[in-house]
């Protein structure tokens, strides 16, 4: 009997330990899709602070840069010691190398602006095709970590993250096109999808978005967004150099900033 009972309380201390590694895997698995998330984005912010820190060589705006840099490390981090396992440790090895270039390349240009007052363009190129690269890679890892976590996410929240980041990488874009010193190197900072076509996108994520925003303060968050949206919409459908880059750059992350607030909202609920 002893015995017997022994094994009946192995068998439930087993049961209930599988079932809280299925909640905390579970429950950790949203964090991880977040935080790929906050990488891809905040890459974008930094890439677009540096072509305004070369036009202007703002000492604020290198802090921008650096400030953005540190919080894709910061997620680049938590990806890399997640034990969730959605994406493999080569997969993981390879982001993070990728990553590493794109730093030290940021960090070259930086200091190039500083010296000499302008960035080496063939530096700058290669910063920008990295980032390009580092993008693809990241949105793919993401897709391929949503699949695999294959929970019961609120789609909302998909068509918010998709938004933020596509926002953030068409505000890099229009800097680049719209300062000097980026100009000459323009084709290496697109990703070849024309700037009116990337604005098309959001507009249809936009769409979507405004259609599902039920709560009280995920309308307010709307209309917000709404506003910016539609002030600096025609800017990028039909860019005009003669635009003012601060105004698109702050509407721009207002926008964001109301994304961000509404996936709180949602997942606040």
């Known amino acids: 009997m002893k015995a017997s009972g022994m094994r009946l309380s192995s068998l439930v201390f087993a049961v209930v330990m599988m079932v809280l590694g299925s909640s905390l895997a579970h429950a950790e698995k949203p964090e991880f899709l977040s935080d790929l998330h906050e990488f891809r984005l905040h890459n974008f912010l930094a890439l677009n602070a540096f072509y ?88 793919e890892l993401y897709e391929v970590a949503r699949e695999k976590a294959n929970l019961d996410v609120d789609d ?59 709560e009280e303060e995920m309308r307010a968050l709307l209309q917000d967004a709404n506003s910016k949206w539609s002030f600096i919409r025609n800017s990028y459908i039909n860019f005009n150099e003669n635009n003012v880059v601060f105004v698109i750059d702050r509407y721009s992350k207002g926008i964001i900033d109301s994304l961000e607030r509404m996936i709180q909202v949602i997942e606040s609920a």
């Open 52 to 139: 305004r820190y070369s036009d202007s060589r703002d000492r604020m705006l290198q802090q921008d840069i650096n400030a953005s840099i540190n919080n894709a490390t910061r997620a680049m981090s938590a990806v890399r010691t997640s034990d969730t396992e959605l994406l493999s440790n080569d997969d993981i090895a390879r982001l993070d190398q990728e990553f590493d270039k794109f730093r030290a390349l940021m960090q070259q240009n930086i200091q190039d602006v500083r010296t000499m007052g302008y960035p080496d363009l063939r530096l700058l190129s290669e910063m920008a095709e990295q980032a390009h690269e580092l993008n693809q890679i990241s949105t």
């Open 156 to 214: 909302r929240v998909e068509s918010i993250r998709a938004a933020s980041v596509l926002i953030a990488q068409m505000l890099s874009n229009y800097t680049a096109r719209s300062t000097s010193s980026v100009q000459q190197t323009f084709q290496g900072a697109t990703t070849g999808i024309p700037l009116n076509e990337l604005a098309m996108r959001f507009d249809a994520l936009f769409t979507r978005i405004n259609a599902a925003g039920t």
